[in-house]
Each structure stands twice: as C-alpha cells, then as structure tokens.
C-alpha cells in the first residue's frame, strides 16, 4: 500500500496502513506489525513494529543487543501509538522483547503480539522468523476446499491434544511428537478409522500446559512444543495431501495476565476493556477482549485469516462463545455493566462476530467458523444479513449433554428418559450443528467415555456401540475426542499419552473396528450428511418405543436413492419377535450390526424383504430378531 503524502518513519508501514488499522479493516496487519525481514536503505536486516499507544517510550531488547534497554529505542508514528525500528543485519532465530516505558515510569517486558514464534516454557520471549520460504503442495485440496460447501459434506472430526495424544520415549521436550513426527502417525490413523477431520487444541503459543492452549499469549504462533511454524505447516500441508481437513481452537474470548502478555500491555488496560465489570472473567481469572476497539477486533479478525490463509487451516472452533456474548456470564448481580438497552447482551461482541465471518469466510470460500455456543442464542449459523452472527457450524451442547445424561443411565431407568434422546430432532434443524463428544466431558473425574457406561465391563462396550451408532445417525456433523474409539479407561491427562496399549485388547479391539466401520459407512453414503440441517432427510420411524428403549428412523439424501435405516435397541433384552415399519415394498440390505460390524466387501450383508401391513405407523414393515443392546444399519 502507498500512501498520499510523504510518509514518515521507514516507510514500512504507511499512512493508508495506519488508517485501516484504526478503522480495524486492516485484515492482514500481521505483515506489518510484528518482527518481519526486510531491506532498509540497502541492508538486510530485521524490521520491528508494535501499538503501545499509552507508552512513554519503547524499546527493543534482545540476545543481539544483550537485552540492554537504552541500546534499541524504537520511533512513535505519528499519532498512532506504533512504535518502529529497522536493526540491520539481524536475521531469523533470534529472541526478543518490547521493553515497554509506561506513563508512570515502569518498564514492562512484553512478548510481540504479532511474533510468529515463541521460546519454548518456560522461556517468554519471541523469536524473529520467516514465514516466506515453505513450498506448500496442496493446491488440489485448496481449490477442492474453494469449491465445496461443507454444510453437505461429510465431516467426522477426531478432536487431539497433540502434547498428549502419543509420547516419545525421550527426556527432551517431555517426549512431545514434533509437529511432523505426528504429521505421519496421525494422518494414518485418522485415515483408517474413516475421520475426514482433525481438530487440535491447543496450537497458539501459551506459557502452562495445563491450560490446554486455552490461556493464549502468542496468538500468530504455533507452539514451539511441538516444533517451529514451518514444522507446523508441514503437519496441514502433510494433512491435506492425505485427504484429512484441520481445524484448530481458537481462543477470542479471553487472555491470561502473564506479565509477557497482552494484559496492561503498555501500563494500562489495552487489548482488554478497562472496567473490570467487563474487563475480566472471574470464573477464569482472565482478561476479557475490548470487542468495541478497532485495532483489538482488527487484531482478532487478522489472527483468523493468518491461521486460514498462512497456514492452510480449514476451520476455527471458536472457544467459549457465549462468556462473549453475555455481559452477566460468569458474573454476580452488580458485577456487571448493561449494554445501552438495559440488558445482558454484548452488543460489540455480536458485531464482532457477524465482522469476523463475514470477513474470513468471504475471503475465504469453503473455510469453517464453528461456535462452541453453550446457549439457546438464536442464529449462530444464519447469515449476519439475516440478524444471524454468521458461522458455518455450532457445537451441538445440548445434544451432547441429553444423550451422555441418557447413556449414563442403568438401562432400567432409561424408559422413563426416552425424551432425552428425540429431544434433538425438535431443534435439529435451527442450526447448522455438529454432535461432540469433546475432551471437557472426559477430564475432571467425569470419567472416561467407556467408563460412563452402566453394568459390567462387557456392557460398558455394548452400551457404548449402540449409543455410537445412534449418533452417527443421528443429524448433523460427528466429533470423537481422541481416545473414545477404542475406550480409552482413564479419563484423559494432558500430562501422559493415551493407555494405546489397549488396543491390543480384544474388547478394545473390537469397540475399534466397530467405530472404523460406523465412520466409513458415514462417509460412503450421502444419506447420512447431505440433508443435515433439513427436516426431508431424518424420519422417525418409532420415537415412541419408550417402554423397550427401542429407535428406529431413516436418513435420506438428496437424490432418493441409497436411504439408511436404523435400529437401536438401548438395553441388555433380546427382542426376538421384533419388528420394523418400513415405508416401501423391497429389499433391506443389512450393513452393520453390533457383533459382525459392518459387512462390506465380498460377504454381503443379510437382504430382509418387506410385506404389506401396518406396523409403526408405516404402511410395510418386516421381522428383525433384535439382540441385546442391537444395532442394525439397513440399505434401501
């Protein structure tokens, strides 16, 4: 960009850039603040630039200049709170930090908003990088992505924690896989359960691991647990040349106070709002985003299209959605300050949202903003022209939280709980959801998912394929935290690896073939995701079957052809008089079960025809001995 007038300074960042910046439309101001390789009246060197406009000076400090504070003083911009300095002949790999002055003659040691690396824990400090030179070879799945809405693809994303997910058996860097280490291992693995996604936790640089990357302070770096920024972009690189989609959480909502952080960045509240009634979640002990500032809003947006168009990466799963939109969440009567209307919504972070969608979506064809929406806050996924706040998807927590409530249950009681499990067919169609199973429903003594299970240990397995069988049924897009395929016996710790030894186990074992073929039939047949978010492709063969704890429904896709039928039966009681209605005369060919899996190749599965005569209410129907805790996938 080129200025009108004569510019100031180095020339680096211009007068439109200034402009933008403060109307926050700048989207990639990450190409001007920051640390950046550049030449400067013939040299080579590194260019430096940071907003601390409360500051009464700034300067840089770092290994170059042995973190001497008066050596590298930077040059305000004019009016707009920017601080520059070029140093010549530096280079990339190198630590550094803004020794920031405040008004009150402190000097604070803050890390670069705007670095693209970060030291590794317990080291703070930024490190100079270059994001220019990685060859990325997934333009095939680029342009496939531009091309494709993913409202009607399949999607089944397996959720990872990277630093936990596997261990290597070595002391450096507490055994983490380096970003290309799991590049290998986990795209083979995703690949042959049948995931078409992986959604990591955790990413962006953050100083405790037992955070899980939800207490960020490098939002433009990847963590260099696991490797630098190019290793990172290796693993989506490596990633889309196998099929697989990425996602990653991303966290607006709040940040922590580390002292090298965003918080009081230049001596006073900064990127966060200034009341603590706003300013700070209690529940968390974190600061809160000032939504209603350009350049903060502007520094969030641009951090999503970094993510999006540096990195590759597919979606974002926005973390925390509702502590944004509600000024009370979290908060104590009096504790919290109403908007212009006298009420709890955050009027600036709903026109954040709907500016963040819009922006990195319409830039951005085919890429996923996913809410992780806790509430009943109506069009998340509508478009902002239609007063919605514009993301493709919303986590589905009411589904999640019936069916585990329901699952938990001993199968004596869940008769009178039959509702908990239709209850989402009345609202499936309101958003575009996607069904989770996440990681916060397997830590904190929640148990593990296999050990929510009621009865003995060989129920607890058969329990848990019928409920996985109703869910990959069921409307909407699928997520499975890491671990839940194969039953996984302890509740997850970000400390250790997954127990991978049991899939040694026969049961485990088996609980894992069973999910691979329930995530390959999801993906094969259009039935199951084309139709998602419309009342055409679900029905209801019998919702009522409360006494037996029994479903039964069918899925359609847009073409008529190759619909499912399935069979749930929720308890330990053989049903062998069972029978089905059925809406056509014809063959129902049998594609899965709970003890064969599912039947592909050369051995086709069991053909059951259909006769005249009501049953369910549908005008065809036929016999099916129902085992206990059956499931059963038919073809018509």
């Not at 978010?533 to 006494?547: P, R, S, T, V």
Request: proline share 4%; aromatic share 16%; charged share 25%.
């Amino acid at each position: 960009m080129a200025g009108s007038k004569k510019e100031i300074g180095t020339g680096f960042i211009t007068e439109v850039d200034r402009y933008l910046y403060g109307e926050g439309t700048h989207y990639e101001i990450f190409e001007k603040l920051g640390a950046h390789p550049r030449k400067y009246k013939g040299k080579d060197g590194m260019y430096f630039a940071v907003w601390a406009p409360h500051a009464r000076a700034v300067n840089l400090v770092g290994d170059f200049n042995g973190w001497d504070i008066d050596a590298t003083p930077m040059t305000v911009l004019a009016d707009s709170g920017i601080y520059e300095v070029f140093v010549p002949g530096l280079g990339v790999g190198e630590l550094y930090k803004y020794a920031i002055t405040t008004q009150t003659g402190k000097i604070l040691f803050k890390a670069d908003p705007f670095a693209f690396e970060a030291e590794y824990r317990p080291g703070t400090a930024s490190i100079t990088a270059d994001l220019s030179g990685f060859k990325w070879k997934d333009s095939a799945w680029m342009t496939k992505r531009h091309e494709t809405d993913p409202v009607h693809m399949p999607m089944s994303i397996y959720e990872v924690h990277l630093g936990s997910w596997k261990k290597k058996d070595r002391e450096e860097k507490d055994g983490f896989y380096t970003y290309v280490e799991a590049a290998h291992e986990l795209a083979d693995y995703v690949k042959e359960l049948g995931y078409t996604h992986v959604e990591l936790m955790g990413i962006a640089e953050h100083p405790y691991d037992g955070s899980w990357g939800y207490q960020v302070t490098g939002y433009f770096a990847p963590t260099s647990r696991y490797g630098t920024p190019e290793d990172f972009m290796y693993f989506v690189d490596y990633m889309h040349k196998h099929g697989i989609g990425v996602i990653l959480d991303w966290v607006p909502a709040h940040f922590p106070k580390d002292a090298h952080g965003l918080a009081d960045f230049d001596g006073q509240a900064l990127y966060e709002y200034a009341d603590p009634r706003m300013g700070e979640h209690p529940d968390w002990g974190t600061k809160v985003f000032d939504y209603g500032k350009h350049e903060v809003s502007n520094f969030l947006i641009a951090n999503a299209v970094f993510w999006v168009e540096k990195f590759h990466v597919d979606g974002l799963r926005v973390d925390a959605v509702a502590s944004m939109l509600y000024l009370d969440y979290g908060r104590s009567n009096g504790n919290w300050i109403p908007n212009k209307y006298g009420d709890n919504k955050n009027l600036e972070a709903i026109e954040f949202f709907k500016h963040l969608n819009t922006v990195l979506q319409g830039r951005n064809s085919g890429a996923m903003m996913i809410a992780e929406e806790s509430t009943a806050w109506p069009n998340v996924t509508k478009h902002p022209e239609d007063d919605g706040l514009g993301f493709r998807f919303k986590w589905n927590m009411g589904w999640m939280h019936d069916f585990l409530e329901y699952m938990k249950l001993d199968p004596y009681f869940r008769k009178a709980n039959h509702n908990k499990m239709t209850f989402g067919m009345t609202y499936a169609t309101s958003e575009n959801f996607i069904l989770v199973l996440s990681h916060d429903e397997v830590v904190h003594l929640k148990c593990s998912m296999i050990n929510k299970m009621p009865g003995l240990y060989e129920d607890k397995f058969s329990n848990l394929k019928v409920g996985y069988t109703f869910m990959m049924g069921h409307p909407g897009k699928k997520l499975l935290f890491m671990g839940q395929d194969f039953g996984q016996l302890h509740e997850w710790d970000e400390k250790v690896s997954l127990d991978w030894y049991l899939t040694g186990e026969s049961t485990h074992a088996d609980l894992q073939k069973y999910v691979k073929d329930l995530l390959h039939i999801y993906k094969k047949y259009p039935a199951l995701y084309t139709m998602d978010y419309d009342w055409d492709g679900f029905q209801w063969i019998n919702a009522n079957d409360a006494d037996r704890s029994i479903f039964s429904f069918i899925r359609r896709g847009t073409t008529g052809k190759q619909n499912l039928l399935f069979i749930c039966n929720f308890t330990p009681v053989e049903r062998p008089d069972y029978r089905v209605g059925v809406p056509k005369r014809g063959n129902y060919t049998l594609l899965l079960d709970e003890t064969h899996g599912a039947y592909d190749g050369k051995e086709k599965g069991p053909v059951y025809k259909s006769t005249k005569g009501e049953c369910d209410g549908q005008p065809y129907s036929f016999a099916y001995r129902l085992p206990a805790y059956g499931t059963a996938i038919f073809r018509f």
